[in-house]
């Protein structure tokens, strides 16, 4: 089956450590998104990627970082720069990087603070 | 820039009784609109999406919902709703082509409980 899979489901961080959360899609979409979702905040963009190897920010980048050198691959890194990571992330991709191409979702990281 | 706005953060209904989540969006011209569905822990699955012509769309698991260009809404119904429809719904706004970004702006939720 198509989809898009995150890894991992569960993710700690330490003070002061950067990771990287994992997004893969065999969907052959062009178009990739990274949201942050915090309880009653809903879905908030952080970067998007229309095309490989090009990527623009959206509303809340400060503190992450990405990466799209293959289509199939949308890495996020949560750095050291942002001191509230936790929250529940989500990996969408679309066929193009239209606003009226439904985005289809991948099951979530949450990522914790130890 | 477009938005989204979900009035009620939580809505409990009875099974069997009849649902509608409201949305309302602000935007200039006929955005493109969507709602999506999380179950705790899931990512989100689309339920359905509006681009033109009728207003009332058909969805997956028996929701509809429809476009009411005068009111700047676009609410979700069901006419029976069902146990396993316990979730949060989220109705997202997209602009049209060279109108706007390409991003989705998606409302804060509503948490869907359902009384058995």
């Known amino acids: 089956d198509g989809g898009i899979t995150q890894s991992p489901k569960y993710l700690f961080r330490k003070e002061g450590q950067n990771v990287t959360l994992s997004c893969e899609q065999n969907?052959?979409?062009?178009?990739m998104y990274w949201y942050r979702q915090d309880p009653g905040q809903g879905l908030r963009l952080i970067y998007y990627s229309q095309i490989v190897n090009d990527f623009q920010k959206g509303d809340i980048a400060e503190g992450y970082s990405v990466s799209r050198e293959k289509k199939e691959s949308f890495p996020l890194t949560v750095t050291s720069a942002q001191k509230n990571p936790t929250a529940f992330y989500l990996c969408?991709?679309?066929?193009?990087?239209?606003?009226?191409?439904?985005?289809?979702f991948g099951d979530g990281t949450r990522l914790s603070i130890l | 820039a477009q938005s989204v706005t979900q009035p009620d953060i939580h809505i409990t209904v009875s099974e069997g009784a009849s649902l509608e989540l409201r949305c309302n969006y602000s935007y200039g011209a006929t955005p493109y609109l969507f709602w999506y569905v999380q179950s705790p822990g899931q990512g989100l699955q689309l339920l359905l999406k509006y681009f033109s012509g009728d207003t009332l769309v058909q969805g997956i698991k028996g929701f509809e919902a429809e476009f009411k260009r005068s009111q700047s809404s676009f609410n979700l119904r069901k006419p029976s709703v069902h146990w396993s429809d316990a979730a949060e719904y989220f109705c997202a706004v997209g602009a049209r082509p060279g109108a706007g970004s390409y991003q989705l702006t998606f409302g804060k939720g509503t948490k869907l409980s359902v009384i058995p």
């Open positions: 969907l052959n979409h062009d178009a």
């Open positions: 969408a991709s679309s066929i193009e990087g239209h606003s009226n191409q439904p985005q289809h």
